[in-house]
């Protein structure tokens, strides 16, 4: 049987804690989804085919890795797709509390779906995307936080001036 895995967030942007935890999944995996949330309820620096596409790029050298985009509940999305296992990074105990919550409910909604916790590397323990994006909205270097491409990215973002 395939195992197929999702590894879902919003990846605004996408950064290298996330590609961290992406890259330790894939050899668990036969496949691993990216799955980028489409949350109308956010004002997101990256559109979502943007999103995808940095995604795309930045993990291209893993094999076996598929980049989509979903609305309303994962565990729905998951079963979709065929996904058994939601991968899930975890930083600090605050993570785990929030996420504890999530897969305890989708557990609940689909007992046929895991949920796999993995601890980030320590060097990116403080990283998120919204610290990224102010970082960068301030003209510091997110160097070594981003992959070269989402650096790119954000600061040709930040470069176009109504976004400072």
Do not use: W
């Amino acid at each position: 049987m395939k195992r197929i895995a999702i590894c879902p967030g919003s990846f605004d942007p996408i950064t290298n804690g996330h590609l961290d935890i992406i890259e330790r999944a894939a050899p668990i995996f036969d496949e691993i989804i990216v799955a980028v949330l489409n949350n109308s309820s956010k004002q997101p620096l990256f559109s979502v085919q943007e999103r995808m596409e940095l995604i795309s790029e930045v993990t291209e050298h893993l094999p076996h890795i598929k980049v989509d985009a979903f609305n309303g509940l994962l565990v729905d999305y998951a079963s979709t797709v065929g996904a058994d296992v939601i991968v899930r990074g975890l930083r600090a105990v605050s993570d785990f509390e929030y996420e504890m919550q999530v897969a305890s409910i989708n557990k609940k909604m689909n007992d046929q779906i895991e949920t796999l916790f993995m601890m980030t590397n320590n060097q990116y323990s403080f990283l998120s995307s919204s610290i990224v994006k102010e970082a960068a909205k301030y003209g510091a270097s997110v160097a070594g936080l981003v992959p070269p491409a989402v650096e790119e990215a954000l600061r040709h973002k930040y470069s176009e001036g109504e976004l400072r």
